[in-house]
């Protein structure tokens, strides 16, 4: 649960004293402390001794800022959040949703990136237990400009923390959100401390992992903010202590964006595969700044393609492959995977059957 958070002010960049104060107070004010300090005082001490402590830092332009502390694990609570067997499902709806409270906005994004996308953590004070994968519908307040308070115009987000959140105690959720102009994106996106989120949900078990055996191989490919889920399963990999939980299976991640300026939380992901190498893989794909072999950009399904004969063999003993982001990806690494049987004389389409059959092939897609 400990804070230790370079996302808001100990490595960064974009906080002022007085936003700091406003996050903190903000925090406190939105978390029971009473009957937390019951659950984890020793945890909850030490979480305000760290948010009271954080330094701030100038803004530099253009710099992203790891969201994550730097080195060593971090202790979560609280220990329930362990304890269930399934995931929690649509615990609240558009009739009934639950309101949370933004604690920051953060434009994650550099200067020369073609769209700006943000991380906003939301304080749900315990109330809003989800699983890493899972999805939240955001609800269009009454105000909005754009679709106001119209149902069915429910927008949904993954989330893009564990289930401990940002700050490793349960009481909130991050989203990764690129911002459209005349959606509830944007209103997310300029949203400030204090205001107040309707969330439905958690829904969608898609990139919930497969297989929570610690020794599992998982795959993970996405484009853009796809990337949110596994973000939110890599921070539980590397960076939660968890008493009944430690990872020591392989995951490798393939990224797709633009440019160098849009890579997300790409601190964090450097550093996970500079402290566990033997099990973090990252590979990126810049479509703007790099070529494929044919010459033309190189997108993430490209750069899937120089190492689908590796990942073939990893799927068929038993690793789980999650794709998340723009749906024309999928099509492309279908037929990447296929090239690749084909070189070793198996059946792709009989091995795409029982992959979907045994859950390993795992697809959210727009």
């Known amino acids: 649960m400990a804070l230790l958070l370079t996302q808001a002010a100990a490595t960064s960049s974009l906080v002022s004293d007085r936003s700091l104060k ?11 402390l009473s009957s937390f300090e ?47 067997m399934r995931p929690p499902t649509n615990l ?31 304080v749900h004070d315990g109330s809003f237990p989800h699983w890493e994968g899972q999805v939240f519908g955001v609800m269009p307040a009454p105000e909005n400009p754009f679709e106001p308070g119209d149902t069915e115009m ?7 923390s564990s289930r401990y959140g940002d700050y490793f105690n349960g009481r909130t959720v991050s989203l990764c959100v690129r911002l459209v102009p005349g959606t509830t994106s944007e209103i997310l996106c300029n949203s400030k401390p204090g205001d107040k989120i ?35 399963h890599l921070g539980r990999f590397f960076k939660e202590n968890i008493p009944t939980f430690t990872f020591s299976g ?17 601190h964090e992901f450097i550093q996970y595969r500079k402290e566990y190498p033997e099990n973090f ?4 794909a810049l479509s703007r700044e790099q070529k494929n072999s044919s010459g033309g950009k190189m997108y993430v399904q490209d750069l899937f393609r120089r190492h689908a004969t590796e990942v073939l063999v990893m799927l068929l003993k038993g690793a789980y492959i999650y794709l998340a982001g723009r749906k024309d990806m999928v099509t ?35």
């Not at 332009?61 to 971090?74: L, T």
């Not at 949703?97 to 996308?117: D, M, Q, Y």
């Not at 049987?341 to 697809?363: C, F, H, S």
Request: charged residues 20%; proline residues 6%; aromatic residues 8%.
């Open 250 to 266: 392989h995951a490798w991640l393939f990224h797709g964006v633009s440019n160098e300026d849009s890579k997300l939380y790409n």
């Open 154 to 160: 429910l927008r949904y987000f993954s989330g893009a």
């Open 332 to 366: 492309p690494i279908e037929d990447a995977l296929g090239d690749a049987a084909t070189e070793i004389d198996k059946d792709w389409d009989g091995i795409l059957a029982t992959l979907k059959k045994n859950n390993q092939w795992r697809v959210e897609v727009y």
């Open 281 to 284: 893989r990252y590979d990126i």
């Open 198 to 232: 309707q969330l439905t949900g958690p829904t969608r078990e898609a990139m919930i992992l497969g297989d929570n055996n610690p020794n599992a191989t998982h795959i993970f490919v996405a484009t853009g903010t796809g990337i949110a889920p596994f973000r939110a």
């Open 22 to 32: 406003l996050r903190t107070s903000l925090l406190l004010k939105t978390t029971n």
């Open 38 to 84: 019951k659950r984890a005082p020793s945890a909850m001490a030490f979480s305000i001794g760290v948010l009271q402590r954080l330094p701030t830092r100038v803004a530099t332009p253009g710099r992203i800022v790891c969201a994550v502390p730097q080195g060593g694990k971090v202790p979560v609570a609280p220990s329930e959040l362990e304890h269930a």
């Open 92 to 122: 609240y709806t558009v009739d009934s949703p639950h309101t949370a409270t933004v604690l920051s906005v953060k434009k994650i994004s550099g200067s020369n990136a073609p769209a700006e996308t943000y991380h906003i953590v939301l």
